[in-house]
């Protein structure tokens, strides 16, 4: 019986923060003590964060979230997990909790209406309705919506960019998504202030879709931002979009390349997995102190001397961690 007594939750929410810096030292100090690990990014416009821990930490950690009355609204997606997904804690500031370029726009002032994953699910296969995803290549190649448009960027920063090419859509019922509603926040409320007139987002994301609707008609896997690489959304009627970096046959099967300074995401086939030893290319096959390939094309990384603590400048944090050495 599988063991699942770890969560990893998907979360973020569109607040403002006036005192950023001092906030993260806070919410990073919670982590530490809480054994809570992953990515979080905090800035004046909100929070953006995937973590796991240990359930009761995780439960914990959505406390901390929901009582404060700037993030009372924050809505977790849910997974649960035989370990930690994430080996370290980054608590971060950055101007975005998504690097858009669309710092002018206020998702809490006008952003594209909200669908729960049923009625995205009874929406997308209308007539007049666009399927939008605003991901990047590596994501969509791996997973897409049936009759989704993709867009050609390598970064949700050329999202804005790309919209000028879709003028023609204008009139349109316009469905975007993402992995986790985030980015469509702002994706959708720049479609409408660039005259599009009739704009929806998947709120929660894929990840949602997934748990919620049973991710029907999502083709492929769906990339995340942690140790696991890809998921499985859809249980009703999968299919493998992605091709093998190597051959070019039907492939879901992600690894990253042995080869530690290209460490490549690609999609590749057991047989080329071995073939290749675990590389992209010949070329990184050929690097002597390539990685060793044990077949699954995952390499632990390296904690040797990792201090959660780091980051933390409060000297009363300092202090704390000292005695904790000296115990
Ligand atoms: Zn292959
Ligand atoms: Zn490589």
Aim: with cysteine; proline share 3%; hydrophobic share 30%.
């Amino acid at each position: 019986m599988e063991n699942k007594n770890f969560q990893i939750l998907l979360y973020y929410c569109y607040a403002k923060i006036d005192n950023p810096e001092e906030y993260r030292e806070q919410h990073h100090l919670f982590c530490v003590e809480n054994n809570i690990r992953g990515r979080i990014i905090i800035s004046d416009e909100g929070l953006n964060g995937t973590v796991s821990g240990l359930t009761e930490d995780c439960i914990n950690y959505m406390k901390f979230i929901h009582a404060d009355p700037r993030f009372s609204k924050t809505e977790f997606k849910i997974d649960s997990y035989d370990s930690h997904t994430f080996t370290k804690i980054h608590v971060r500031y950055k101007p975005e909790i998504v690097h858009s370029a669309l710092r002018h726009l206020d998702p809490n002032v006008r952003t594209g209406k909200h669908l729960d994953p049923e009625s995205f699910r009874n929406l997308k296969d209308q007539e007049d309705v666009v399927i939008l995803d605003v991901r990047s290549n590596y994501e969509h190649e791996l997973g897409h919506f049936k009759n989704a448009l993709t867009l050609d960027i390598d970064n949700f920063r050329d999202f804005p960019d790309k919209v000028k090419e879709l003028g023609h859509l204008k009139k349109k019922k316009v469905l975007t998504y993402c992995t986790g509603g985030i980015k469509c926040e702002k994706a959708s409320a720049f479609l409408l202030e660039q005259g599009f007139e009739d704009v929806y987002q998947l709120h929660g994301g894929i990840i949602k879709y997934g748990m919620e609707a049973g991710g029907e008609d999502f083709e492929g896997k769906c990339y995340v931002f942690d140790n696991r690489i890809a998921v499985d959304v859809n249980t009703i009627n999968p299919k493998v979009v992605s091709k093998c970096h190597i051959c070019g046959t039907g492939s879901d099967r992600m690894i990253n390349c042995a080869n530690q300074s290209c460490n490549v995401h690609v999609a590749m086939c057991e047989e080329c997995g071995w073939k290749m030893e675990g590389s992209c290319s010949i070329e990184c096959k050929d690097i002597p102190e390539k990685r060793h390939y044990d077949g699954t094309g995952y390499y632990q990384k390296h904690t040797n001397g990792y201090n959660p603590y780091k980051g933390l400048v409060r000297k009363t944090t300092k202090d704390k961690f000292l005695d904790r050495v000296i115990e």
